[in-house]
């Protein structure tokens, strides 16, 4: 659908370059959205890459599993479902 590839390619365009608060068992980590399809600054996701699959979500790939990123209406925190099977939650920081 035409919608849903515009929608796709806006969600890469606002994530692309941001920094996020990813919160795991009580801890916060920051990382970033690279241009390229990887992620920056958290070094345990070196090998992760992201892809945008719909207008409000985000695959990370690892190297032998993925993640779902669901993101709010207004791109502002997302939840997902961890590695681990653990329930987690984002938001981005504004720098």
């Known amino acids: 659908m035409p ?9 890469k365009n606002k994530l692309v370059g941001t920094t996020w608060v990813y919160k795991w068992r009580g801890r916060e980590y920051l990382f970033s959205f690279a241009a390229d399809g990887s992620i920056s600054k958290l070094n345990s996701w070196s090998m ?6 719909a ?3 985000v695959v990370l790939e690892g190297v032998s599993d993925r993640m779902v990123l669901l993101f709010n ?6 939840t997902s479902i961890d590695w681990d099977g653990q329930k987690t939650s984002g938001k981005i920081v504004y720098e």
Request: hydrophobic share 40%.
């Open 48 to 53: 992760v890459t992201w892809v945008v699959t």
């Open 55 to 57: 207008p409000n979500e």
């Open 3 to 11: 919608e849903t590839v515009v929608g796709s390619v806006a969600l």
């Open 73 to 78: 209406d207004q791109t502002t925190g997302f």
